[in-house]
């Protein structure tokens, strides 16, 4: 036995290391700005460097096999001797070994590594839109909105000291705004209270008024404009009298302060179960808040907020949710049919859709319903979604649906709910867009839809069979199935190949090789990669023609059967490739 696979498994190794360091140089000089935010920079050069590394892992074993069997055994090496398996039985045993861990390695980081690519360019994408909507809002003085889209933008991207600051800015306008408002409002009251022409009134003329005043017992009133007639005339009695009359009515008639704090309490809750009984759950739940701020002990306050609660998790989620699901990666843009009928159909694109363990969160929805003659029924966006899987309200349909109403605890202002651009709005469905596939079919038809090189093996076996069911082609997916499943074969043919060449041209000389072989053998990746892409497209093109021809169970045998062939043919060139 001799110990080739050592020194091929060594310098496997050192390829490998070379390769990823290559990949990950032409990765920061592929970057660019048009296609990604600067501070998605590194996360999109490792996905990228992984994405490509893994792509072109075969090229780099056909690369390691042609350095270890051309420059560094020798022609008269010990063990290299006898019959062809006993020359070669280690290295391909190490090469099946490295087949095996391509094959495993691949199936779990690449659709990993194409996803969050892909996530991150979508982001970059999303970043930019919110980032001009602020401005423009900035500029149009709706300064509330610009604060939704930039609360949005620092979900998307994260902190940074251009966005904070612009947002400190923001809220000062808002704050200003507000101050305007009551201000305005307080003037509004004064003038209602003491209408006078030209703005000045003479002290009889606010006496007389507040003689009637007092006479129809409105002491507030009349309180009010005697205390002003008294200010313009200081020896007016008839006024200091009138005054302190009206305010020692208004003493005798005004509760005490548990009265007022009852009497308002009150009015708050009726408030708030008038606001839950007409479907107003977002006003009742703010104002049930609040109640159990000042009332923490009050059982009524408890029981209808826990109502409320309940009923707003069906119809609203919240912003940090949804912000802290979408930093993750997913998959992005992909569309489907969501029901149809004889004479409708409807289309349902999501731009980004997440999974975690608390559900299914989606980021930037559309829905368009139209009839079979192509008349426009209905058009929906949205720019968030919360997937709620519920159990079947009756026997024919389960209730599952995303609702799109977004709520900001910190920001009571900043409600962002779906926009209806075409067809009547339904008040009862508003928040809420039904969605015909569970929670898992949504969640495989989004990441083999999308992207079907950035899904894992088992997702595209499992959702092959239900793609026609929304609307979707399977030709795709099973041509990538095809793909998959021929890659471990591509890797160790090639490989062998390169092994039978590599012993067939191997160096003649005793001591070292040749000066150009030591030149020609660490640019041969220029020669193998154009050759393994090569026989990488004729895969794809015979492997898609049979599938069109014959249907995906025979081409999956006559994958194999061609495979075998090719393997044969290989290992039959590499037996052939003996040197005396």
């Known amino acids: 036995m001799n110990d080739s696979w050592r020194k091929l498994l060594i310098f496997s190794l050192v390829c490998y290391a070379l390769a990823f360091g ?9 970057f660019s700005l048009e296609n990604t935010l600067e501070e998605f920079q590194w996360g999109w050069i490792m996905a990228q460097t992984w994405s490509e590394f893994l792509v072109l892992a075969p090229v780099t074993q056909a690369w390691a096999v042609l350095i270890t069997f051309s420059l560094v055994i020798p022609i008269q090496s010990k063990g290299l ?42 982001s970059s994408d999303i970043a930019r839109s919110l980032w001009g909507s602020a401005q423009d809002a900035i500029e149009a003085q709706d300064y509330e909105r610009a604060l939704i889209d930039l609360d949005q933008y620092v979900g998307v991207v994260g902190e940074s000291d251009e966005a904070q600051e612009l947002m400190r800015n923001v809220r000062r306008q808002v704050q200003l705004e507000a101050a305007r408002r009551s201000e305005g409002e307080a003037a509004e009251a004064r003038t209602a209270v003491s209408p006078v022409r030209d703005g000045v009134a003479g002290a009889q003329e606010l006496m007389d008024r507040a003689q009637a005043a007092h006479v129809a017992e409105d002491f507030s009133t009349a309180h009010y404009l ?13 006024a200091a009298r009138l005054a302190a009359s009206a305010l020692q009515r208004l003493a005798e008639a005004a509760p005490d302060k548990e009265e007022v704090a009852q009497a308002a309490f009150f009015g708050s809750m009726q408030e708030a179960k008038e606001s839950l009984d007409r479907g107003d759950v977002i006003h009742a739940y703010d104002a049930l808040r609040e109640l159990q701020e000042q009332y923490p002990t009050d059982g009524d306050v408890a029981r209808y907020l826990a109502i409320a609660t309940e009923q707003l998790a069906d119809l609203t989620f919240f912003m940090d949710d949804v912000q802290h699901a979408l930093e993750l990666p997913g998959t992005t843009a992909f569309a489907f049919i969501n029901a149809s009928d004889e004479s409708t159909r409807e289309i349902v694109f999501i731009g980004k859709l997440v999974r975690v363990p608390s559900g299914l969160y989606a980021q930037h929805i559309e829905v368009i319903r139209f009839t079979l003659d192509g008349r426009l029924e209905y058009q929906l966006s949205s720019d968030y979604g919360k997937f709620v899987d519920s159990k079947p309200v009756d026997s024919e349909s389960a209730n599952n649906y995303f609702v799109l109403t977004v709520l900001d605890p910190d920001n009571p202002v900043a409600i962002l709910r779906p926009t209806v651009h075409h067809g009547m709005e339904d008040p009862a469905t508003e928040n809420r867009l039904r969605i015909s596939p569970s929670a898992d079919e949504l969640w495989l038809l989004a990441v083999v839809s999308a992207d079907p090189a950035g899904a894992s093996i088992t997702d595209l076996v499992r959702t092959a069979g239900s793609l026609q069911e929304y609307g979707l082609v399977t030709e795709p997916i099973e041509a990538e199935l095809l793909f998959r499943l021929s890659l471990p074969f591509t890797f160790l043919i090639l490989s062998i190949l390169v092994l039978g060449f590599s012993w067939r041209y191997r160096s003649r000389y005793l001591a070292r090789p040749p000066l150009g072989t030591f030149i020609v053998v660490p640019l041969a990746p220029v020669v193998l990669l154009p050759a393994y892409l090569l026989l990488q497209a004729a895969h794809r093109i015979l492997f898609s023609a049979l599938l069109l021809w014959a249907g995906f169970t025979l081409a999956i045998v006559l994958l194999v059967a061609v495979e075998g062939i090719l393997l044969a043919v290989a290992l039959m060139y590499l037996a052939l490739s003996v040197r005396k």
């Open 81 to 122: 001797t006898g019959t062809s398996f006993e020359r070669f039985g280690s290295s391909i045993i190490t090469l099946l070994m490295f087949t095996l861990a391509f094959s495993v390695v691949y199936g779990i980081a690449h659709p990993r590594a194409a996803n969050n690519r892909a996530t991150l360019e979508f």
């Open 22 to 30: 290559l990949i990950l140089l032409s990765s920061i000089f592929a």
């Open 226 to 238: 005697a205390t002003l007639a008294l200010s313009l005339d200081k020896n007016n009695d008839e």
